[in-house]
């Protein structure tokens, strides 16, 4: 395949199936279109179709990623890598200005203006401020795009004026003027009127003097001996006095802890925000053609819908000085995102930059320090958590109180907080819990759903907490969990089911046989040689993955040439997603697919589906109650394997077995899915009672008598995946899927594929199960071995052991990983990573990798780092979603093991080696 | 006007002296289209920038940030970039144990690590180690890159298994 002189393979090919959006009452076309399918010469996948053939294995495994030849030969796949020349073959301007935007760096005293004399006359760009611009906010945001001139601003971070020059090469001059020069922005007289919560009540709640974003989450949990809670979020949360009933039992609870001979322990804890720092500050390029009303954009997302949305309600202001009829987000592979790129607000300030550019094509690249500045955080936590524990070490009692920062933009801040609210439970049953979750509005900088989802802050209070109880009841850390672990039909704190096995006890014996923990005294005495204390800690997590309610996509065709194809409105940040939709096929039709779509925002709209929630599945075969959601990492080996898997056999059923029946001269439906296997690309009947048939000839077979060629599913979870009835052909069929939609042989590809409605439902979730916040869980445990230097107070973490209950594994490599990035990543927080909130912190403008440190290979335990996975239990078990799952629990077990080697009890993290050396003082 | 000439991936570049401020990435991104060179921090501490060097034609392989390296330091340096270490076709047994240990996922800080990672290999084959080495020299090879996905133990693992497999480089 000829490689062109930009670095990226074959012509463009774009000829993509649109979907429209009502906006404002107006049309807007939109296509949402992967870089890579934007420049494949065979109009195929979005991954880099370069050396396809050689990262598969058998079917069902990957020899490699299938993104990783273009990633390890340096290929253009990120926003980062494109400018506006590199599209001029669709028509794009060559030239395309450069952009700063200038950030508040004061929240206290009135913006004024810019002082542009710093420049000399030939470097000044053009400024747009808040006055000049002229779009409505979008419906997530409630403050100013921009900072008016003459008012304070909302937070830090805030946009104060967007400078367009004209060249990359005039900017770079320019900022050696304005970077990190005071004197550029400039401020006004302190604004000392008290801020006021925004009078909006869906977005904000105003309690007791602070204002935090809606909706609050207050779980309060008494439980009965029998299934049933005496109270809970479950069951009883529908009930219009829930809050008021909640507040008697929190009394209760709090009543019986003190006035019980049970051990209490109070704790307070703190964690900072912490930065992502995804490798690829956030970056794009965008261009307003006039002529033909299209908006372009071309950027790495999570939310590419979303983003699209967010961006047409922005411009349906009636001064808009845009009025796109389409919009082309192109979507690139993000470098890095952790949840820092869901709901970024960067989509949105490229598209402020592309209205306001007169027809100019636009690159808008933060540098570090403006990734510091603005891009969203892991929210800093303040918590007390109150736990009372029996004589038998027994956990009896539990109240927590969480408080998040969220910044300046509710973003996902109060559903982070109520995850949170779960996972304060840790793994454990708790008859008695109360719980307070919430995510205030501040001004620094926002914060966004972070790997981990408030699970990092939570699981840290419990997991030290009972650390704490384990000692005084000089019980082992292991012994103290196995006496209060969940099982299989235990209930969270809401009082939801947990329907899965999640295998604590195993993850607990493999801990506690291990090396690291039974070699521990040898260790320590080894170690005081070298004047180093030596401990070893443990703690679990029962990390909640999915959401409240997840709809899925997933569409495989079957190509003329024998091959599969595979869609999915995922986005793969890394994650190594398109792999595993890619291997997901095989089950049910015995090859990999070759060809993987991902990010097809087209999907879900092309199936005419609906989410109106005045209809239900029982009363309108096209209801489903939730699309398809953001791309979270932790959403694919469960949720987007069932969707391709669904596909495939669906496929298999309303296209192959028809054909292999009459090919073997068998009754028509007389085939089940189970009755059959693939060998060697050839399908088979289980018994051996046919001889097989080769995959390609039954595929070519399909074509030909203009059958069923691809299949388009939508399935919903909640606790249950939603299973429906079809009658196809005179035939009942039931799928773990509420939509469907076929292409047929010699139909053109790109029409939308046609639905067949359901005849009915056969399961649906429970309308309890709306309040059960999440019913999947990845449990893990972590052991750690640290060392702490008492004349430096520096601690290193030199033994780590994890025990993951992930399911039955797709492809080890992702899964592992996926584990050792999360406890690097996690090591960093507990040790290393701190952010200073307000104006001490990134806020400044000058934060970057030298002063924020993550973690390098010589701090995670390099040579000593191990995981284990359980091994599935049956065939029947599904892979869980893993990606923040190990992470959680490895705070509190560094905590745990700080006090194992050196007797204090770490509170606030980071754990640096000025708090260590003042707890060992104290 | 002055200039400053070196050569990237074998391609002479001749720069005059109203570029000499500018950073080695940026001219490698903006002026010469190759961007598998990446930016991340800007001001060398992430080696994601990383490019690897030879400042005489024979002499051993040593690497550059790139992005903090201004062009007028670059005379008579020879560059090469990740764009010129292997072809899709034909991969460098580095490139080819980066896919198969799944040493990265967004892949980001990929070329940097491959870049120091053959800056090794190249003074590797002039002057073999001893094995027992191998751990330590690969960890100052690569010790102070920054990879945020995947955790550095399949980077490791990926560079010594190459550089094990290749033979030749340890004892």
């Known amino acids: ?922 | 006007m002055s200039t400053v000439s070196f050569y990237v991936n074998q391609q002479l570049v001749t720069v005059n002296e109203d570029l000499f401020e500018m950073p080695l990435m940026e001219y490698l991104q903006d002026e010469m289209g190759l961007t598998g060179t990446k930016f991340c921090c800007g001001i060398g501490v992430c080696r994601a920038c990383t490019v690897s060097v030879q400042r005489q034609p024979d002499s051993p392989r040593e690497v550059m940030l790139s992005c903090s390296t201004p062009l007028s330091q670059m005379q008579g340096v020879q560059v090469d970039t990740i764009e010129s270490v292997g072809e899709p076709e034909k991969l460098h047994p580095l490139q080819q144990a980066f896919l198969d240990k799944f040493a990265f996922q967004c892949g980001y800080c990929t070329s940097g690590f491959l870049m120091a990672a053959y800056s090794l290999w190249d003074r590797l084959k002039r002057a073999p180690i001893n094995k027992d080495d191998l751990d330590r020299v690969i960890e100052n090879a690569v010790g102070e890159h920054i990879c945020r996905c995947t955790g550095y133990i399949r980077y490791h693992e990926a560079i010594k298994t190459a550089i094990i497999e290749e033979g030749g480089m340890v004892s």
Request: hydrophobic share 35%; with cysteine.
């Open chain 1, 1 to 922: 395949m000829p490689e062109n002189k930009n670095g990226f393979m074959g012509g463009m090919t774009m000829n993509r199936r649109q979907f429209v959006k009502m906006i404002g009452g107006a049309a807007v076309t939109v296509n949402i279109i992967p870089i890579t399918s934007v420049f494949a010469s065979d109009g195929g996948g979005t991954q880099p179709s370069q050396g396809f053939e050689g990262w598969q294995k058998k079917p069902g495994e990957a020899r490699y990623r299938i993104d990783g030849l273009a990633k390890v030969t340096g290929q253009k796949i990120y926003a980062r890598d494109f400018r506006a020349r590199d599209f001029q073959g669709e028509g794009w301007p060559v030239k395309e200005a450069s952009i700063q935007i200038m950030r508040a760096t004061d929240v206290d005293h009135i913006f004024e203006t810019l002082d542009l004399d710093i420049l000399p006359p030939e470097l000044r760009p053009e400024v747009i401020y808040a006055e000049d611009v002229n779009l409505d906010l979008p419906s997530t945001i409630t403050f100013p795009l921009l900072v008016p001139q003459g008012q304070r601003a909302d937070y830090y971070g805030q946009p104060v004026a967007f400078l367009f020059f004209k060249t990359a090469y005039q900017m770079r001059k320019a900022q050696y003027y304005i970077e990190f020069n005071e004197d550029f922005i400039k401020y006004g007289a302190k604004d000392t009127d008290p801020r006021i919560c925004p009078d909006n009540p869906k977005e904000f709640k105003d309690l007791d003097g602070h204002c935090l974003y809606a909706p609050l989450t207050n779980y309060v949990r008494i439980a009965a001996d029998g299934p049933k809670d005496v109270f809970s979020y479950a069951k009883n949360g529908g009930d219009s006095d829930y809050t008021k009933k909640s507040e008697e039992y929190r009394r209760q609870i709090k009543l019986d802890i003190r006035s019980s001979d049970w051990n209490v322990y109070d704790l307070e804890a703190d964690m900072p925000a912490m930065d992502p720092v995804f490798m690829e500050p956030e970056s794009g390029i965008a261009w307003y053609d006039q002529k033909t009303k299209t908006l372009n954009m071309v950027l790495g997302t999570q939310s590419p819908d979303g983003d699209v949305t967010e961006v047409l309600s922005m411009l349906e202001n009636s001064q808009s000085p845009i009025k796109p009829t389409t919009v082309n987000l192109i979507s690139c592979y993000p470098g890095g995102g952790f949840g820092g790129r869901d709901k970024s607000m960067f989509t949105i300030n490229l598209a402020i930059a592309a209205a306001y550019a007169n027809g100019q094509p636009v690159r808008l690249a933060y540098n570090r320090y403006e990734q510091f500045q603005s891009g969203l955080k892991r929210h800093a936590c303040d918590l007390k958590e109150t736990l009372a524990v029996d004589s038998d070490g027994k956990i009896q009692a539990m109240t927590t109180e969480m408080v998040f920062d969220g910044g300046g933009r509710r973003n996902l801040s109060p559903y982070v907080a109520s995850l949170a609210g779960l996972c304060a439970g840790g793994g454990y049953e708790i008859p008695r819990s109360a719980i307070k979750t919430h995510a205030k509005y501040t001004t620094n900088i926002p914060g966004g759903s972070q790997r981990g989802f408030g699970g990092p802050q939570a699981f840290f209070a419990i997991e030290s907490a009972l650390d704490e109880a384990a000692v005084n009841l000089q019980l082992s850390p292991f012994e103290i969990r196995r006496r209060n672990i969940m099982r299989q039909g235990s209930r969270t704190v809401v009082g939801g089911p947990v329907s899965q096995k999640p295998r604590f006890d195993e993850i607990i014996d493999q801990a506690e046989k291990h090396p690291i923990w039974t070699k521990r005294e040898e260790k320590r005495k080894a170690y005081a040689k070298e004047g180093l204390d030596y401990g070893v800690g443990f703690a679990i997590s029962n990390q909640a993955y999915g959401t409240s309610g997840d709809g899925v996509v997933g569409q495989v065709i079957l190509n003329t040439d024998g091959t599969l194809s595979v869609s999915s409105s995922y986005v793969d940040m890394g994650n190594g997603s398109a792999t595993t939709l890619a291997v997901a096929t095989a089950k049910h039709l015995g090859a990999n697919a070759d060809n993987i779509n991902m990010g097809d925002a087209e999907l879900w709209p092309s199936m005419g589906m609906t989410t109106d929630p005045s209809y239900t599945w029982d009363d309108n075969k096209k209801y489903t109650a939730s699309s398809v959601g953001s791309s979270s990492a932790c959403l694919c080996a469960f949720h987007q394997v069932h969707a391709v898997e669904q596909a495939s056999l669906v496929l298999l059923e309303l296209a192959i077995l028809p054909v292999a029946e009459k090919h073997w001269g068998l009754e028509k439906g007389s085939l089940k899915a189970d009755s059959v296997t693939w060998q060697d690309g050839y399908l088979k009947t289980k018994d051996g009672s046919q001889p097989p048939i080769a995959r390609e000839k039954l595929i070519s077979t399909v074509h030909k008598l203009g059958g069923i060629t691809g299949i388009l599913v939508h399935a919903y979870f909640r606790e249950i995946w939603v299973n429906s009835e079809f009658n196809i052909s005179n035939q009942e069929y039931n799928w773990d899927i509420d939509g469907l939609s076929v292409y047929y042989s010699g139909t053109n590809p790109d029409e939308p594929p046609a639905p067949i409605w359901r005849k009915g439902v056969n399961k649906t979730p429970s309308p309890e199960s709306g309040r059960y916040s999440r019913t999947r869980f990845a449990p893990c445990g972590n052991l750690m071995g640290v060392t702490v230097d008492r004349k430096t107070g520096v601690v290193t973490v030199v033994d780590s052991l994890s025990v993951l209950n992930a399911g039955p594994i797709i492809t080890e490599g992702l899964v592992s990983g996926q584990s050792q990035g999360g406890v690097a990543m996690a090591i960093g927080y507990s040790l290393l990573e701190d952010i200073k909130p307000g104006s001490e912190g990134p806020a400044d403008g000058r934060w970057n990798l030298d002063r924020y440190h993550v973690a390098l290979s010589r701090d995670i335990a390099l040579h000593s780092q191990e995981l284990k996975v359980l091994d599935p239990l049956d065939r029947h078990e599904k892979s869980n979603g893993i990606a923040e799952a190990v992470m959680c629990s490895v705070a509190p077990a560094i905590s745990n093991a700080i006090y194992d080697a050196s007797q204090i009890r770490m509170r606030s993290l980071p754990f640096t080696s000025s708090k260590i050396m003042e707890a060992l003082k104290s």
